[in-house]
């Protein structure tokens, strides 16, 4: 994976698209090593993290299956009306109360959390590290249910969203108080790492909320007064850093110095960065079957997305041609012929080409923490799995 990530290209927006835009395949070649427990719970990862996405998923189940005791004991002591609002929102219920199957999410961030113990601390930091890991996932779906309602996304893993279910006051409700309990889960904590750990996932909120503020701030400036660079900052704080913050409480809980855990903020970060590149290309190209979200669904919210700000900033015909376009408000039907406006402005491919770059110094940033590959491959893998998905 390393040698995939130093070798990224970077193509500046206005640059033709190179095939079909799918992110750049593995550098690594020849037979896999496997490696026992690289998440620390026995997911084996082959050197390198060459099969990617499939030991992330391995990571990620596990990662599920340990950090879901924790999430619903915290729910289930919220009060009745936060409580089901909260369960359904999660996928365990329906909104009239009755059990429900469906998905909860990929709990990347609680993945993060286990295997930078388990990278630092081996198997018994892992272990110690769950209610870290339930955590960083409430503050993650307070943002969610809060996001919801600002951005007016009617649904979310395949059916409504908790606003258009509750309403709206009952959904920001329902937010604050998994970001309460989130802090509440470590202050009960009896971890010796639990009150740096709060205080860390404190300024993180605080963050995230600033972050959020850019975003609406930018959404409602004009599109040629929108840089890039602020765009990567918001996006930064909005999204890297509950990504940092993740692989920072679990180094924590390993008992690791001050350095170790700033540079595994700084790599979640970056890897952050990659996560919302391609998140915002799957906004505008992805599969709504695979994403639960209407196809163009960042167009027609007028969302100046990465892709999208890339594509206003490079300098070609059709960035005049899209500016014009969010000028106005949306058309039905010309979702498909905006898209096709960003991609021919590079918009595409930038993000793509960028999400590489990033990951590449995600991977260095890694590598000054954890300095043994075989120890890091579980946060290998899943920093290799956000620039590969599709949904």
């Known amino acids: 994976m390393a040698e995939f990530m130093t070798e990224s290209t970077r193509r500046p927006p206005g640059a033709p698209p190179a095939g079909d835009g ?24 082959a050197a390198g993290g060459g099969t990617g996405g499939h030991d ?49 999410g990929k709990a990347i961030r609680p993945a993060l959390v286990f295997a930078a113990a388990a990278a630092l601390g081996g198997p018994e930091a892992r272990a110690g590290a769950a209610r870290a ?8 779906n307070f943002t969610l249910l809060h996001d ?30 998994l970001q309460a309990l989130a802090l509440r889960v470590l202050a009960e904590d009896p971890h010796p790492a639990s009150p740096a750990a709060a205080a860390r996932l404190a300024a993180c909120v605080v963050e995230l909320c600033a972050g959020q503020h850019a975003d609406t701030t930018l959404e409602r400036r004009a599109p040629e007064d929108v840089t890039l660079p602020e765009v990567l900052a918001m996006t930064e704080a909005k999204t890297g ?10 180094a924590l809980y390993a008992g690791a110095g001050e350095e170790e855990v700033d540079a595994l903020d700084t790599f979640g970060r970056q890897a952050g960065l990659a996560f919302q590149l391609i998140d915002d290309v799957i906004g505008i190209w992805g599969d709504p079957a695979r994403t639960g979200k209407p196809a ?16 206003l900033t490079s300098g070609t015909p059709e960035a005049a041609e899209l ?69």
Do not use: N
Not at 22 to 42: C, I, L, V
Not at 66 to 71: G, H, I, N, R, S
Not at 241 to 250: D, M, T, V, Y
């Open 148 to 177: 919801d309602v600002m951005d007016r996304d009617p649904t979310r893993r395949h059916r409504p969203t908790a606003w258009k279910v509750f309403g709206d006051a009952d959904a920001i409700l329902a937010g604050d108080a």
């Open 323 to 391: 500016a014009a376009i969010y000028a106005r408000p949306h058309r039905p039907g010309e979702e498909e012929s905006t898209a096709l406006v960003v991609e021919r402005a590079g918009g595409r491919d930038w993000a793509q080409s960028e999400a590489g770059d990033r990951m590449a110094r995600a991977v260095g940033d890694l590598a000054r923490a954890v300095p043994d590959p075989r120890a890091a491959g579980g946060l290998l893998a899943l920093a290799e799995f956000v620039t590969r998905r599709t949904s």
């Open 241 to 250: 850093a509950l990504l940092g913050c993740a692989c920072a409480l679990g």
């Open 22 to 45: 799918a992110p750049p395949p593995d550098a690594a070649r020849g037979e896999p090593h496997p490696r026992q427990s690289a998440d620390g719970a026995g997911a084996p990862v």
């Open 133 to 140: 890991a339930a955590a960083v996932e409430l503050v993650h």
């Open 56 to 104: 992330a998923a391995l990571i990620m189940e596990r990662a599920r299956a340990a950090v879901d005791p924790e999430l619903r004991a915290a729910v289930d002591s919220l009060p009745a009306p936060m409580r089901r609002i909260a369960r359904y929102h999660f996928g365990w219920e329906q909104a009239d109360g009755t059990p429900a199957a469906g998905p909860a």
């Open 296 to 311: 163009g669904a960042d167009l027609v919210a007028r969302k100046k997305s990465l892709p999208v700000v890339a594509a």
